[in-house]
């Protein structure tokens, strides 16, 4: 069964910086792209960055570029969104999703497996 589970989540304010963790089981990590979206109350949900191996790359929304790093740790099967300078406009539910492929994926419905998501909450 596979399994991706996020954590990290939690309240901070503005100016302030958290750390998702999605910890990754059941299918075999190197042959997966990950990606992290967002969503907030009553919106769409909304792609903020993805990482290939593959590809030895990665990419951003614009809205957070130079805020937000992702990266994998392979030995842990997990993956990471370093999150800066949060603002409240970042305020959603945060998921991991995995991507068979293994390129750069921005779109949702290619991706093959998500997580429960992760709550961010930024205050003024």
């Known amino acids: 069964e596979v399994k991706l589970v996020e954590s990290g989540g939690g309240s901070v304010q503005a100016g302030g910086s958290l750390r998702l963790s999605c910890a990754v089981s059941g299918l075999n990590f190197d042959h997966y792209s990950f990606g992290w979206f967002r969503q907030a109350p009553g919106k769409e949900r909304e792609f903020v960055s993805c990482i290939s191996k593959s590809e030895n790359n990665s990419y951003y929304a614009n809205f957070v570029k130079g805020r937000f790093t992702i990266s994998t740790d392979n030995t842990k099967n997990t993956v990471y969104l370093q999150m800066n300078s949060l603002k409240p406009e970042d305020t959603a539910v945060y998921y991991c999703?995995?991507?068979?492929?293994?390129?750069?994926?921005?779109?949702?419905?290619?991706?093959?497996?998500w997580g429960q998501g992760t709550q961010v909450t930024v205050s003024t």
């Open positions: 999703a995995a991507s068979s492929y293994t390129i750069l994926v921005v779109t949702s419905d290619m991706y093959d497996f």
